[in-house]
Every structure is written in C-alpha cells, then in structure tokens.
C-alpha cells in the first residue's frame, strides 16, 4: 500500500506522516495480514456513508474518524464492507471488533486513531 503525504479533496482532514502510516501499516500486517483500513458505527448507515464520501471529496468538515484513510493512493477503489447489528448494539459491535482486530494485529485498523470506547461489548452469536 501506497500513502499520500496529504488527503488530496479531504481538505479538512488533519493528516499524519508518511513514515507513521507506513510503519503502522507494516506493524498491522506484520502478525496476520487485513485489507481492514477502518471501522466506524452508524445509526444510519446511508448517513454515515454519505457524510464519510462528503469529507473525503471536502464538501463536510464535521465528519470525525477515518481521516488517515484519505491518504491511501488509491482509495477511492476501496470496497465497502458492512456488517449490520441490532439497533442500540452499535457501539458495543464496534468495541468487539475493534478489541478482535487489536489482539489479532497488535493494533487498530490504520484509519482508526483509538480502540475501542467505554465497557460495552457485544458480537453476534453466528460470527463467533
């Protein structure tokens, strides 16, 4: 994976160095390789979505998470994978994911700046 050393449209974007994403990209796939470069939560996801693609090209200032994810060459290509939960299981899914990912790669997706938030965890029975 390739980095920019700016988040080309996301003109709001707070950015990082290249070395910093690239060695966190390396320490990441160094145990167990991803394609993950973000997770993220939603109450609707269209919304979320939405807001995401509008700070990207600078139309939004106000969207908070996945800033690093601009500096990716390329990441316009990148595919969207989602995965639904319970209303009110949001913040809990995520926390899970983000605790699996940490101990499988030593760290939180390259988007994502902290792991997970608060005591709440919930993973869905069929993913276990």
Known sequence: MSFNDNALDA????????ASLSSRWGDINATSPTDIIYVGKADSLRKRVRSLALFGVGR???HRGGEWMWQIAGVEQA???L????????VG???????R???????WPLANRSGPR???YWWPAEMS
């Open 11 to 18: 003109s709001h974007a707070v950015t990082t160095s290249l």
């Open 60 to 62: 939004r200032h106000n």
């Open 79 to 81: 595919g969207l994978l």
């Open 83 to 90: 995965q639904t939960c319970p209303v009110g299981h949001q």
């Open 93 to 99: 899914f995520e926390n899970a994911f983000l605790r």
């Open 101 to 107: 990912f940490g101990a499988e790669h030593g760290d």
């Open 118 to 120: 608060g005591i709440d």
